[in-house]
């Protein structure tokens, strides 16, 4: 068909097809939609606590999860310690006839998306599975696997290669077996990208779900610890103890800091347009209302140095800054990204800076590539509860990163909104901000 | 308002051709890629062949200490983002760099360099050089090209292998929609490595001689490798510059077939639901299109899932289609066939040539449609699609639309 006026075929008009990616009877173009993102469930599974109760009150508590590694040899390093997860009966959140064709960092996933819908008391066969989703990042996803597939192809050649490890070995694996578990047909996809895939993850359902591309996208990640992944951080020399002095362990802020502790774990958001969370009269956590993505150029291994870019990020993803009481922050206990956070916060927040709570709930949890989920997890209990968890580990500051770190208890705070930062090495950095969910707003 | 978003820069390697002007023509003129291995030794597999590139000379593109430090997967990229960049006149053009983003799409990355480094540490005990570890993040390629350019705006790389790059330009675009940049570099790159090609190929999708989609004779892939970059630019930032415009992006896809693990959904449902998203975002009608570059990979149940499902979205229409399916020549680039597929869309668009799909001889009742069976054809071309789809049933779709210069008209959309 051709338009006259200007030459090209117009697109759309009154025989215009059904979008699948539009809510029933909505007719307005989804360009100008902008729908708000609410939180309705959370999920996680973590090395201090599998369920959401568990997870919260151990880290209100500050108990860390960190301790000797325990599945696999760590003789051959320097490092000893990592924070693993419990031994978890996986039976009792996946379907047998699934479970077997996962591997551990599959299960893990697919049981904090099992916890997360319980949650939301979302009726699966109620909803129309073409608008529901899944984002997942993922940093390394199934290392373990790939190792096991490799070992064996080096050992028996060819016929070594097993299919089935095969199959699950690809990182969009975990994604799939979310979508078969639970016959989620919405958009799928999988991030990985070192320590900003699951906030990328976030990222982009939140903008999904406003452009009214789904009502629901179930939205997090998480990694696993497996040996080649202890191995290639302790060779690339990123594992506390490092050069550094002071004993082994995760300080973040800390003036004696030397280094990561790896972890592992996972966790799920359910995040919904407000308007379907309402419909169904579901219980909402919080807003999730903005977010900001930047990039730093300093070097392949290097973190953000100046930490411009990690103040973009912020500065983009919270569209009201006077609000913003709580950040919890991507700091690890490496020095340079510790730093640029630390001066990042003080170039965005000026003289507000004393009056907000910062806390990294890595020291309880370790460093890891997925941790996003279980943060924003924390970050959503913060402004439901009114309740900022701590740093612990850290006793003194490092005098640049003289921020008010809330130091080994936690702590009652109101909070209106709070930032959630993410930076990887390499250089992406993604902040995504939250709110009190207001509903007279 | 929805901004409106062009192609501006593209890159190609492939084992068709190192540039754009090479891989182009030797898809117009059937040539195929497919060769003996020699990344590593395939003796010892039933199927020895691949679409591997060739007279790279990285000297020429590299010094020798990033020689060390770039694994064939960074390579790849780095030289097809370059030549896009180039392409796109934004080497001379001034942009704002906080407001240029990267992402791609990664399959296996520089697990190359990886395999290496165990491979000698579990046969031999020995540590080889950490500087091959730093490609263990698939993140690696999208991070060196940021890095190289100095480009400070949103950075992530997706990882749904097989659609994976597929998906990046989707998800490119959606930076540019949310206004958090003008400019993304865009699409994939991947390297042939053992664990992938043994993968494949323990779960016999590998055919011994040569990959030929919707032909009866079909075995399944020939595994292929290289990097596809495109360059999406908002529209009025293009037209300020004035830069290069090849063709306009006009929405895309992406679902879950919820079905198997490696199978596709066999009746083309999720096909049918991903061609119908991309055109719905993309505002546009089924009678509408053009070509479709398939996904078509030549393992026996993706080609029918894939003509099934192109048939229920398109009806009666479907055989009047023209499908190519280019992995007949560059074979499967897993993490970068989206972005190699976008790469040859746009230039269907822009050159009114549909490319082949060789190997064509023995036509499948199961696959009926117009597949342009070994000669390229010439045709006017206003709205293109390409298809990917990867294990676990992910499915994306793009829609490309050519870009008219005097249209004032701003894409309505459809519901």
């Known amino acids: 068909m051709q338009n006259a006026e200007c030459g090209v075929r117009t697109y759309g008009g009154d025989s215009a097809i059904r979008n699948p990616w539009l809510p029933a009877g909505r007719r307005t173009p989804h360009s100008i939609m902008n729908d708000r993102v609410v939180i309705t469930g959370l999920g996680v599974v973590s090395s201090i606590g599998v369920g959401r109760e568990a997870f919260w ?10 301790k000797p590694v325990q599945r696999f040899d760590v003789s051959p390093y320097r490092s000893r310690w990592g924070a693993e997860l419990p031994e ?5 959140f996946i379907k047998p006839v699934n479970l077997r064709r996962m591997d551990r960092i599959g299960k893990i996933v697919v049981s904090a998306v099992r916890l997360a819908l319980d949650d939301s008391g979302l009726d699966l066969k109620e909803a129309n599975p073409s608008r529901i989703g899944i984002s997942i990042g993922t940093g390394l996803g199934s290392s373990d696997t790939v190792d096991q597939f490799f070992r064996s192809l080096l050992k028996e050649g060819p016929t070594g290669a097993a299919p089935l490890l095969f199959q699950t070995a690809v990182p969009n694996a975990i994604t799939s077996h979310c979508a078969i578990e639970y016959g989620i047909k919405g958009v799928n996809i ?9 906030e990328m993850a976030m990222a982009f359902a939140y903008h999904l779900l406003r452009e009214g591309k789904g009502d629901v996208i179930l939205a997090g990640g998480g990694d696993e610890l497996s040996e080649p992944l202890y191995h290639v951080y302790s060779m690339l020399g990123a594992l506390s103890p490092g050069r550094g002095k002071g004993p082994e362990g995760m300080r973040p802020f800390s003036q004696d800091r030397n280094g990561i502790v790896l972890g592992e774990g996972s966790g799920i958001l359910v995040l919904e347009r407000l308007e379907h969370a309402k419909e169904r009269g579901a219980k909402i956590y919080a807003e999730m209302a903005g977010i900001g993505l930047s990039g730093s150029t300093d ?12 103040a973009r990020a912020m500065t983009s993803a919270a569209k009201e ?3 913003v009481d709580y950040i919890s922050a991507a700091a690890n206990s490496t020095p340079d990204l510790d730093r640029a956070e630390a001066f990042a916060i003080k170039q965005v927040f000026k003289k507000r800076t004393k009056e907000i709570s910062v806390s990294s709930i890595k020291s309880m949890l370790g460093e890891f590539d997925g941790s996003g989920g279980i943060r924003a997890c924390s970050v959503t209990f913060s402004l439901y509860y009114g309740m900022v968890p701590p740093t612990i580990g850290t006793s003194h500051l490092d005098p640049e990163c003289d921020l008010n770190v809330v130091l080994g208890q936690s702590r009652k705070a109101e909070i209106r909104s709070a930032l959630l930062n993410s930076c990887s090495n390499g250089g992406s950095n993604i902040s995504l901000w939250f709110k009190r969910y207001d509903p007279e707003e | 308002m929805r901004r409106r978003v062009v192609i501006t820069g593209l890159g190609v390697v492939s084992a068709v051709g190192n540039s754009l002007p090479e891989f182009w023509n030797s898809l117009v003129e ?14 010892a597999y039933r199927t020895r062949i691949a679409a591997e590139v060739s007279h790279l000379g990285p000297e020429a593109h590299f010094s020798k200490k990033e020689i060390r430090r770039l694994s064939r997967c960074d390579r790849f990229g780095l030289i097809a983002f370059r030549e896009a960049w180039k392409s796109a006149h934004l080497d001379q053009d001034s942009c704002d760099k906080d407001r240029a983003g990267v992402v791609l799409g990664a399959g296996s990355g520089g697990i190359l360099s990886v395999e290496k480094y165990f491979r000698n540490l579990y046969r031999e005990g020995k540590k080889s050089s950490p ?3 730093i490609s263990y993040s698939l993140a690696t390629t999208t991070d060196h090209i940021a890095i190289e350019s100095g480009l400070k705006g949103p950075r992530s790389t997706t990882a749904t292998v097989c659609s994976s790059s597929c998906t990046s330009i989707g998800v490119a675009y959606e930076m540019i929609q949310m206004g958090l940049a003008d400019v993304m570099v865009t699409g994939g790159s991947d390297s042939l490595c053992e664990v992938s090609y043994s993968g494949f190929s323990s779960l016999k999708l590998v055919d011994p001689e040569s990959c ?9 892939l020939v595994i292929g490798e290289g990097a596809g970059i495109l360059i999406l630019e908002e529209l009025e930032h293009a037209l300020r510059r004035e830069a290069p415009i090849h063709a306009e992006f006009l929405g895309y896809g992406i679902c879950a077939d919820a079905y198997h693990l490696t199978a596709p959904e066999p009746n083309g449902e999720g096909v049918e639901r991903v061609i119908r998203i991309a055109l719905a975002h993309a505002g546009i009608r089924p009678e509408d299109v053009d070509t479709i570059n398939a996904h078509g990979t030549a393992t026996p149940f993706n080609d029918i899932a894939e003509t099934r499902g192109i048939k229920r979205a398109f009806g009666e229409r479907a055989k009047e289609i023209p499908i190519s399916g280019i992995k007949s020549m560059i074979g499967h680039c897993l993490g970068s066939a989206g972005g190699i597929e976008a790469v040859a869309t746009v230039m269907t668009l822009k050159t009114g040539i549909i490319p082949p799909t060789i190997h064509y001889e023995v036509p499948d009742p199961l696959c009926d449609l117009n597949y342009t069976p070994n000669r390229s054809m010439q045709r006017d071309v206003r709205i293109a699609l390409s298809n990917s789809f990867a294990f676990g049933g992910n499915n994306a779709c793009l829609a490309f639309g050519k870009f008219n210069p005097n249209s004032k008209c701003r894409m309505r959309n459809a519901e």
Request: with cysteine.
């Open chain 1, 57 to 66: 009150e151990n880290c209100l508590h500050g108990i860390s999860g960190i």
């Open chain 1, 88 to 92: 978890i009966d996986f039976k009792a």
């Open chain 1, 190 to 198: 999988t991030f990985s990208h070192k320590e900003s895939s699951t």
């Open chain 1, 299 to 310: 070097g392949l291994l290097r973190y953000d140095l100046k930490g411009d870019s990690i």
């Open chain 1, 321 to 323: 800054l006077g609000t």
């Open chain 2, 30 to 43: 059937g040539r195929e890629g497919t060769k003996e291995i020699t990344v590593f030794d395939p003796s």
């Open chain 2, 131 to 133: 500087s091959l570890l």
């Open chain 2, 212 to 220: 030929k989609p919707f032909d009866k004779r079909r075995q399944g």
